[in-house]
């Protein structure tokens, strides 16, 4: 038998690229590959890309500089790229970049087999079709992956057309996978020691499948994983405020396996900018919105992206961003500096100058590491529960989650990756939290 053949995989960008990723490394691996963590070593390289910011997409190209190098004093080296940039820019892709041997786009991963067969014949490949075959019925059944904590992607793509994003165009319309092979899904990671599930979608709470002919919400699809044995937490990501229906806000106060832990991106605090995003929601409804999941579950913590530099915005529109940020108070927040995406509406318009969006971005990143701090410094004091995952870099030490999806350090000898312990939180440090086990 010849040696396995080596696949080094980059991931940019989003979680729903992380899972990508692995799916793709299963299907490889159906085809002799194993997975090497240094490009170096490489018989394949597969770049999983992003395209939602322009600095994003300039990675890829000064990626593929690099590994022309490596091409060129290892001929048989084989390059992919996969994702969204592969998706948006696949011919240019080609066109710019001859060392690259594979483009594939975000739905058509499932056929990379057959694209492996072309390039090992010495042709090129190229695939970013919007196929019509579900691609997660063509992958391997069966999850190689087994940790604690895993995503899985029930829905993708976006129907929302906010006017600054390229994701409706790179990923495609809005599709929801069967409720019976999610859950067969799960369960399948379940078996093999996974208790924590992240559910993924572009627009993750517009999930909408069917079961026995009735049609499922998110909430409905949270409450029937949370009966699946094994799994102890829920999460879900990313949501779309107008997506928030009753049943998905009442299964946060009534689903213990639910984490209290929600990002629910609103972009901006003006109403101005948000209906010129074609946000379709105003700053109070967002906030009327929150009031509600703060009465289902109470300790949630809950965080967002945020845009600044909006083409428009104006000071007044950017401190009504401020004052919603103050009005929330959250755990966590991204924020980015507007950037011009070729093919969206927004991309039209004229541009904030550089420097006064650079400087409201820094001003908001102050304001959000400020209530980021005290939401990490209210947490001192407190018991959680933490799902360990890895040993921490101390010895004896082990690295979690808690329920608020805070990294925690515990000095636990005993404890191993797959425990879910409870922990009084000591000391809030820059980016984790310490603490001690709780032995009952
Ligand atoms: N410019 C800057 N940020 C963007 N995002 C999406 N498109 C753009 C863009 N053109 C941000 C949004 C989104 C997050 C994933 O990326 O805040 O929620
Ligand atoms: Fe992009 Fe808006 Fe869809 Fe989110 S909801 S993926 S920001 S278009």
């Keep these: 038998m010849s040696a396995p053949k080596r696949l080094f995989i980059k991931t940019y960008g989003c979680q729903m690229n992380v899972y990508d990723s692995e799916r793709m490394a299963e299907t490889m691996g159906a085809q002799g590959y194993v ?43 084989k390059i992919g790229v996969a994702g969204c940039v592969a998706q948006a820019e696949g011919a240019e892709i080609q066109r710019r970049a001859p060392v690259v041997d594979l483009v594939v786009g975000p739905q058509a991963y499932h056929r990379l087999p057959e694209m492996m067969k072309q390039v090992d014949a010495g042709h090129r490949a190229l695939d970013t079709d919007f196929p019509t075959e579900d691609k997660f019925e063509h992958l391997p059944k069966i999850r190689t992956r087994s940790a604690p904590a895993a995503f899985l992607t029930v829905q993708e ?25 999610l859950l067969r899904e799960a369960r399948d990671l ?49 949501s779309h405020p107008n997506d928030m229906d009753d049943d998905l806000i009442a299964a946060h106060g009534d689903c213990a396996k639910l984490m209290p832990y929600l990002h629910l991106p609103v972009q901006s605090g003006s109403d101005r900018i948000l209906k010129a995003m074609n946000r379709k929601h105003t700053a109070e409804q967002y906030l009327r919105l929150i009031e509600r999941i703060r009465a289902a579950r ?7 992206d945020f845009i600044v530099g909006f083409p428009g915005e104006t000071d007044e529109d950017f401190e009504a961003t401020m004052d919603l940020v103050r009005a929330v108070g959250y755990g966590m927040a991204y924020s980015f500096k507007y950037s011009a995406r070729p093919g969206t509406p927004a991309a039209e318009k004229a541009p904030v100058p550089a420097e006064v969006a650079d400087e409201r971005l820094q001003r908001l990143q102050a304001l959000l590491t400020v209530q980021q701090r005290a939401v990490q410094q209210s947490m ?41 312990v409870r922990v009084r939180i000591t000391e809030a440090l820059q980016n984790s939290l310490t603490g001690e086990r709780i032995v009952s």
């Design 35 to 77: 997975l090497t963590d240094k490009a170096d070593d490489a018989d394949m390289v597969l770049l999983n890309t992003c395209h939602i910011r322009e600095k994003a997409s300039e990675k890829v190209y000064s990626d593929i500089g690099r590994l022309t190098k490596l091409k060129n004093a290892k001929p048989d080296l």
């Design 380 to 420: 001192v004091g407190r018991e959680v529960t933490v799902l360990y995952e890895k040993p921490g870099r101390l010895e004896g030490q082990m690295a979690g989650k808690s329920d608020y999806l805070h990294a925690v350090h515990v000095h636990d000898p005993e404890g191993k990756a797959g425990d879910l």
């Design 298 to 304: 109470p300790d949630m913590v809950l965080t967002s």
């Design 190 to 238: 379940a078996a093999r020691g996974v208790r924590e599930l992240t559910l993924l979608g572009q627009n993750v709470n517009a999930y909408h499948g069917t079961f026995d002919g009735e049609s499922w919400g998110l909430g409905r699809l949270l409450r029937e994983m949370a009966q699946i044995e094994g799994i102890e937490r829920l999460r879900y990501t990313t």
């Design 157 to 181: 793509g976006c129907d929302k057309f906010c006017a600054f994003c390229v994701v409706p165009y790179t990923r495609g319309a809005e599709v929801s996978r069967p409720v019976e092979r």
